[in-house]
């Protein structure tokens, strides 16, 4: 008993000293986002400003086009998110459940699509968007997550997967379609994985630089990580405003993550189960 009470407060020791080793680089970002630009470039660093500069936050709401670059963002986001759990979770119910010709073979083949480095199909989408005149629109950035994408559909797929067949037989019983046991009986019993899905599209979407990069060239049309590089030229002199400006920018991605934490948890929880 005394030793597994040691090991347990090793263990809670060791969680604790890693979180805050990683808290330590976010803690050291929120101090220089509140500094003046004299203490942001002070040598040595100066960790802690002597007066709090809340108002960094306030000009760089007002700087530029900073709210039509987090609504684009938001824009391209969550159209991509349903894109995302809607396609995926649709082709994976099929690979995981239906019978059709060259089942198996057809999911080897969007695997392998997994090792395309994304880079590679930039310039294929290019020449496509510009046919398609799609080109310095926000389309092309959460129109290619309506398609279903490798990963979603193997991590729909094997949720769908792990249910037993008692309950796709009994919906059959009552009268239920497939696209009736896919929507009444499956999607709410894998909530978690689609919570998985949303976070990492999500969060993908948000982030993303390369593709808008790439396909926007109108100012107002920009994202919100290449809305605030396109801004740098006016910090200079108060690139700690870019600070804030980053850290605003991770505010959604925390909201969704705190929002969907039980189900992201409850999915890691049951595959470790399983």
């Not at 009470?5 to 976010?26: C, G, N, Q």
């Not at 249910?163 to 696209?179: D, H, Q, R, V």
């Not at 405003?241 to 934490?261: G, Q, R």
């Amino acid at each position: 008993m005394k030793h597994k009470r040691w090991s347990r407060a090793i263990a809670y020791l060791a969680i604790t000293v890693s979180a805050l080793v990683m808290l330590v680089p976010f803690a050291a970002t929120l101090m220089n986002s509140l500094k003046t630009y004299k203490e942001y470039t002070a040598v040595p660093p100066k960790w802690i400003p002597a007066s709090l500069q809340w108002s960094n936050y306030a000009k760089v709401l007002e700087l530029g086009h900073f709210g039509q670059y987090t609504f684009n963002s938001f824009f391209v986001a969550l159209l991509s998110v349903a894109g995302a759990v809607i396609s995926c979770s649709m082709v994976g119910y099929a690979f995981a459940r239906l019978r059709f010709p060259f089942k198996n073979a057809l999911f080897v083949m969007v695997l392998g699509t997994m090792m395309i480095p994304p880079v590679v199909i930039i310039i294929p989408h290019f020449i496509i968007f510009n046919k398609l005149h799609l080109l310095d629109t926000l389309t092309p950035l959460w129109v290619i997550e309506w398609l279903a994408q490798p990963f979603g559909i193997f991590l729909m797929r094997q949720a769908f997967m792990n249910i037993p067949k008692e309950y796709e037989e009994s919906a059959k019983m009552e009268g239920c379609n497939p696209f009736q046991v896919y929507v009444r009986i499956f999607m709410p019993m894998v909530k978690p994985t689609v919570a998985t899905l949303v976070i990492f599209t999500f969060m993908g979407k948000w982030n993303e630089i390369l593709a808008p990069v790439i396909y926007l060239t109108s100012n107002e049309k920009f994202t919100l990580p290449i809305g605030i590089l396109s801004l740098g030229g006016q910090w200079v002199g108060n690139e700690q405003l870019m600070v804030a400006a980053a850290l605003i920018s991770l505010l959604p991605i925390l909201a969704l993550f705190l929002f969907a934490e039980k189900y992201f948890v409850q999915n890691h929880a049951n595959s470790g189960i399983k």
